[in-house]
Each structure stands twice: as C-alpha cells, then as structure tokens.
C-alpha cells in the first residue's frame, strides 16, 4: 500500500523531498501558505562543496559532494519543467586580496585535499580566466566541477514538476508542534526551513540573515563572469554568480531575530567587496536587494531523521539548501520508506 506523506514547507528543499516521494509512488500534500518565499528566493544557487570546505566540517563536506554528484542527474530530470536553463555556471574561481586571505584559501584546499578537485590557480590565469577581474591577486584557486544554478528556476521546475507528479499543495500556515500532529498521512516530514524550530523544538534549528543582492547588466558593460567567482577580501567573503541577465552578489551573514529588513552597512560592505573584486559590476544596474533567514544548526548539517512516531525532519541545510536538495530528497524518502536506494533516475 502506498504511503501519504505530508511535507511541511514549500521552498526548495520540501518540494524536492515531495517530488522524490511522489515518483516513488507516495501520495503527497505540501503544506505552505506560500512556497518559496524564504531562503530558496534569495539563495546564490552554488553547488559548490568544495569550496565550503572547512576543518571540523567534515560530515558536511561529505555530504555536499555526495549532493553535487546527484546533481547531474537531478538537473536533467527537472529541466523540462523549467522555463530556462536551470545552470548558469560551470566552475569556481577563487581570488584572494591579501596574504590573510590567501592563507584562508590555503586552508580550504587542504581541507579538500586533492588538487583536481580544489587546485591552486595563477592570478595572471584567474584573471583570463575572470575578465575583467582586478589586476592585484595575492592568490587564487580554482573548483572546476562546481557549478552554479538559478535558484528561482529550479523552484519554479520544482512546483511544475510536483504538479505532474500529483502532490498537492495546501496554502496553509502550521501551527506549532501540534499543528504538525494534526497534519493528515502516515508520516510528516518538516522542511519548514527558518521555522523548522517552532514545529519541533528539539531540532534546535534558529535562523541567520544574509542579505544578497542582483545587479542586472546593462548593453554597455562587460557581461557576467561564465563561472561562479567566490573571493577573500580582508577577511570577508563575497561571490558572485552569473544570471541570464546580471549577477547576484552575496552575502552576508549574522544572528538575526527574523528581521527581514536589510541593512545599509552590511549592504554596502558586501558591494564594495565585490567592486574590488570585479569592477566592472560598478555599471550593472541595480535590480534588486533582499533578505532571507537561513535555518541553521549548532554544526551546520541538517538533521535528516526520524523525530519520533510517524514524524521526521529534513531540515536545518543553512547556506547550502540548494546544493544539498538532491541528496535530502533521497535520504528522506529512503527513511519514510525505509528503503535504500540512493540515485536520481
């Protein structure tokens, strides 16, 4: 007999956990008043583990690189759902401003390990590689499997694709744990991204802010970098990744009490960054500034479990829901179903 799942949240994450039920033969009801709406609307869309790569984050690392290795074949399933292509980059460079900069990329290489994977790169090369990138590189590093996604076209496919799949959707607000209790199906699942917490306290998922924002290339400037470019600069780090039309440029981050309105300092920190990064951005045409709450645990990887009962938890993904989707969408459904079949097909 099949199952009938409720998926608690609408952004990228829960749909892609929907869809995965869906095609495995699960009857499924999202539940959301209004899908999309955090995290997922304002993401960067890297698929980039490598270059999130840290000392004592060893778990998500593994993770991630598991998730860009489904990648491929996520994207190729959902991509006659969208109405655009769904990656915008193919690769990383890295740029380092300063000795302390450079000394940080030194590490998140040997946090990789293996050169193919996360390799140093000549800043004369990045700077080819990068046209119009500032001259003056203290180092810089180079990710070529990585890439970079629309993250409002991936969740624009996603609600097609759940459609044709069957799930439905309810445009609903849930109402703390015993909401979630009441919520109809053999078994719950919480993707509530920011909010995760409210619905099951002991997640101990709490939100953190970062701002981003999108530049829009006007027909005098220099086009949008083809690959992702992520830089240091004096300690801070910024990215900027290509749009069909522009750039999103990001982002900041610290503790926030769900305040969704940005801030001019941090705002203008992070553009200065990415001017001295890419100067050239100084002639885009601003489109856009936002904000959005990441769900964020205590060491940074979500927790994919069973919370007891008939309720589990794909939540608490922080930076990296997007890259980490496809890897959660198996998980989860492998745990509601108990089975272990970990592919996209």
């Known amino acids: 007999m099949n199952k009938s799942v409720s998926v608690v949240g609408g952004g990228t994450v829960g749909l892609t956990v929907a869809w995965s039920l869906a095609r495995r033969g699960c009857a499924v009801t999202v539940v959301d008043p209004e899908p999309g709406s955090g995290a997922s609307w304002v993401a960067g869309g890297m698929i980039a583990p490598y270059s999130e790569a840290w000392p004592g984050e060893e778990e998500l690392y593994a993770l991630g690189v598991e998730s860009l290795g489904l990648w491929a074949d996520f ?3 959902l991509q006659p759902y969208a109405d655009g292509p ?3 980059a193919r690769g990383t460079v890295w740029l380092a401003m300063d000795d302390g900069d450079a000394a940080d990329l030194a590490t998140v290489a040997a946090s990789v390990g293996d050169e193919e994977l996360f390799g ?3 800043p004369s090369a990045a700077v080819r590689t990068v046209p119009g990138a500032a001259p003056r590189i203290r180092a810089a590093a180079a990710a070529p499997r990585e890439i970079a996604v629309d993250n409002r076209l991936v969740h624009r496919a996603l609600m097609v694709a759940c459609a044709d799949a069957g799930v439905a959707f309810r445009a609903e607000a849930v109402g703390g744990p015993s909401g ?3 919520l109809e199906g053999d078994a719950v699942i919480i993707c509530a991204g920011s909010t995760s917490g409210s619905l099951a306290p002991d997640l101990k998922v709490r939100p953190i802010k970062g701002e981003v924002v999108r530049l829009r290339c006007g027909p005098s400037c220099l086009p949008p970098p083809t ?10 780090q910024v990215y900027v990744v290509p749009r069909a039309d522009g750039v999103v440029v990001g982002a900041t981050q610290y503790e926030n009490d769900r305040d969704l309105a940005p801030r001019i300092g941090p705002v203008v920190d992070l553009l200065d960054d990415a001017f001295t990064v890419l100067p050239f951005l100084r002639e885009y045409d601003l489109l856009e500034v936002g904000a959005g709450l990441r769900p964020t645990t205590a060491d940074n990887v979500p927790v994919i479990a069973p919370l007891g009962g008939r309720v589990f938890s794909a939540a608490g993904h922080g930076r990296n829901g997007i890259l980490l989707a496809p890897v959660t969408g198996v998980r ?3 745990m509601v179903l108990d089975q272990e079949v970990h592919a996209w097909s």
Do not use: C, F, N
């Not at 690959?227 to 801070?236: E, L, Y």
């Open 75 to 77: 994207a190729a399933s």
């Open 180 to 182: 979630v209790e009441e």
């Open 120 to 122: 140093a790169l000549r």
């Open 86 to 88: 769904l990656i915008t």
């Open 227 to 236: 690959v992702t470019v992520r830089a240091r600069v004096h300690g801070r």
């Open 332 to 334: 989860a459904a492998d």
